[in-house]
């Protein structure tokens, strides 16, 4: 059974981890959406959120090719790390995969990936991660 590497952000929605939505929070009063989880609306400060499945496409709003990962980073180096704007409102960070840098535009269409990722030497640790691709 595959296991998300955030609940509060990445809900699978089948058992073999291939697919899942990303969660976000929208405030009832003011319609502002965050994603991952949040108390307060950052807008208007209200404590009235409902959780909400966010669109598995957005447009890439920015992105920076990183060639010094962070302690850990289980992938392969030079990596895309991508800012994707969602129709709600909200940017998500995670790397793009399957496109040459060369390739890579301001404003194109990116969808949700899933894919297993497990830390090197841990027993157990294989967690379902989300990033960026071309969409089709
Ligand atoms: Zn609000």
Do not use: N
Not at 4 to 22: F, I, Q, W, Y
Not at 43 to 67: F, H, K, M, N, W
Request: with cysteine; proline share 12%.
């Amino acid at each position: 059974m595959p296991i998300s590497v955030d609940e509060k952000c990445l809900r699978l929605t089948r058992d073999d981890g291939a697919s899942g939505t990303l969660v976000g929070m929208r405030c009832t009063v003011c319609g502002i959406v965050v994603f991952g989880p949040a108390t307060f609306c950052q807008s208007c400060s209200s404590p009235q959120l409902e959780q909400i499945d966010l669109a598995t496409e957005g447009l890439l709003y920015s992105y920076t090719i990183v060639r010094v990962p962070p302690p850990g980073w289980p992938g392969p180096v030079p990596y895309v790390l991508g800012e994707v704007e969602l129709p709600e409102g909200p940017h998500v960070l995670a790397e793009v995969i399957d496109c040459e840098h060369d390739d890579l535009r301001v404003g194109m269409p990116v969808a949700l990936a899933l894919r297993p990722v497990e830390m090197p030497d841990v027993a157990d640790s294989e967690r379902i991660v989300y990033k960026w691709r071309p969409a089709p």
